[in-house]
């Protein structure tokens, strides 16, 4: 019986450092995809609680407080009729985002006209995320939405 055919060792020489390099990039460009995921999934999760922030300021600072934000032409809410300070708290609660939190957009409506109580209202947060490799055929726009009832 023939013994089984071996190549010799100068041909074999390169091989494995040539698979070492393979892997390597492999696992790198897997490792650094997933965590380009969860920074997106991060900053989406923190846009969502931002909004929720949004409302909760909202809620509390309706047409019964003296620091109240929203439309209302019988209550002194002239100071914030078109809610800004809602915005601010949302665009100051996503600076954890890590992200650039000048290109948020917040958007605050009171679907019942007024911020009596108990009408709703809705904050919208739309963000255009920067991946870390910046393609400029890949920027998707993150938006959230929360909505809650007045009750001050």
Do not use: W
Request: proline content about 5%; charged content about 15%.
């Amino acid at each position: 019986m023939k013994p089984a055919r071996t190549m010799n060792s100068k041909q074999e020489k390169g091989q494995s450092t040539v698979e070492f390099a393979l892997s390597v990039v492999t696992v790198m460009f897997v490792i650094f995809c997933c965590f380009e995921l969860l920074m997106a999934v991060y900053t989406a999760s923190v846009l969502a609680d931002a909004a929720k922030e949004g409302v909760r300021y909202a809620e509390v600072h309706g047409s019964n407080t003296t620091l109240c934000s929203g439309p209302n032409t019988a209550s002194p809410c002239a100071n914030d009729p078109l809610a800004n300070n809602v915005g601010a708290m949302v665009k100051n609660y996503a600076k954890a985002s890590l992200h650039d939190t000048s290109a948020i957009s917040v958007s605050v409506t009171y679907p019942d006209g007024t911020n009596d109580a108990p009408n709703r209202v809705v904050v919208t947060v739309s963000y255009t995320y920067v991946p870390y490799i910046n393609l400029s055929f890949f920027h998707p726009t993150l938006t959230t939405h929360a909505q809650g009832r007045i009750v001050n």
